[in-house]
């Protein structure tokens, strides 16, 4: 079982930045495929970008694209967004994910089986 641990969230401007860090523990982080997930009040759980376990691949959500970079460190089992240019529009509980099976790079949320507890995003106007 991987315990995923978020932080870096917080309330900033529109324009600004923030970096999300989520580190893995309890289990294996090599292999598999991670992702960022958010949910804004009312909505359902999007996906907003995910990485390749050797971070060769990336996809992104096209409402994030260009704007946020979804990077990895493996030694320290640690996958970061980072997220540039934010609009009010972001702001949601973010999560980051593992994917249930390794070696694949995959969107749908239903794919991934290990979840974080979520870090808040506000972006005010």
């Known amino acids: 079982q991987v315990q995923l641990v978020e932080s870096g969230g917080g309330l900033v401007q529109a324009g600004g930045s923030l970096r999300l860090s989520c580190t893995a523990s309890?289990?294996?982080?090599?292999?598999?495929?991670m992702g960022w997930f958010r949910q804004a009040p009312g909505k359902e759980r999007e996906f907003v970008a995910a990485?390749?376990?050797?971070?060769?691949?990336?996809v992104y959500a096209d409402s994030v694209k260009g704007r946020f970079t979804i990077s990895r460190d493996n030694a320290r089992n640690t996958v970061y967004l980072q997220m540039n240019s934010l609009k009010p529009e972001d702001t949601a509980v973010y999560y980051c994910?593992?994917?249930?099976?390794?070696?694949?790079?995959?969107?749908?949320?239903?794919?991934?089986?290990?979840w974080g507890q979520g870090t808040q995003v506000t972006v005010s106007s």
């Open positions: 990485i390749s376990f050797g971070a060769l691949r990336t």
């Open positions: 309890g289990s294996t982080f090599p292999g598999y495929a």
């Open positions: 994910a593992r994917d249930k099976q390794p070696g694949r790079l995959e969107t749908p949320s239903t794919n991934f089986g290990s």
